[in-house]
């Protein structure tokens, strides 16, 4: 989950919802989210896609 860092109302909603996420402790699930630095709505979808792969099949 992220959020980029501009978009002011969404990064505290994001954050408080990913700390509850974290605090369910549901089994088989890793979790991570990130706030974007210098990021709007729209510039995040590419930041938040490669981070995304990343995560999912590793740096190669």
Do not use: C, P
């Amino acid at each position: 989950m992220s959020v980029g860092e501009e978009e002011a109302r969404m990064v505290s909603t994001m954050v408080k919802f990913s700390t509850y996420l974290e605090d369910s402790n549901y089994e088989n699930i890793e979790f991570k989210w990130q706030i974007f630095d210098e990021e709007s709505h729209l510039t995040v979808i590419s930041a938040n896609s490669n981070r995304t792969l990343t995560v999912l099949f590793g740096k190669k």
